[in-house]
Nanobody, 118 residues
């Protein structure tokens, strides 16, 4: 499984940005995808994830009310729409996927940097 993240960049406080994560390879058993982030000097934290089986969405505290995760089944892509961005949202954002089949394992994509600054 390969995860290709894109969409990071520089945005002003209060602005919006959309991240994309495209999954490819043997994705037949992928049952959950989401986003984590890691700011300098901090631990990696959950931003949001989406479980395919029932559409359950889980947001980290920092994302609630400002970020929206969604999925395009046809494109095997998960999106993270971020709005009302704050400087403290500056971090490397990582796409993640969980194989929920007979041999569970997780996958990480390369991070994409989001910088919120004026």
């Amino acid at each position: 499984v390969q995860l290709q993240a894109s969409g990071g960049g520089l945005v002003q406080p209060g602005g919006s940005l959309r991240l994309s994560c495209a999954a490819s390879g043997d994705i037949s058993s992928i049952g959950l995808m989401g986003w984590h982030r890691q700011a300098p000097g901090k631990q990696r934290e959950l931003v949001a994830d989406l479980r395919f089986r029932d559409g359950r969405i889980n947001y980290g505290d920092s994302a609630k009310g400002r970020f929206t995760i969604s999925r395009d089944n046809v494109k095997n892509t998960v999106y993270l729409q971020m709005s009302s961005l704050k400087p403290e949202d500056t971090a490397v954002y990582y796409c993640a996927a969980d194989d929920l089949g007979p041999y569970p394992r997780g996958y990480w994509g390369k991070g994409t940097l989001v910088t919120v600054s004026s």
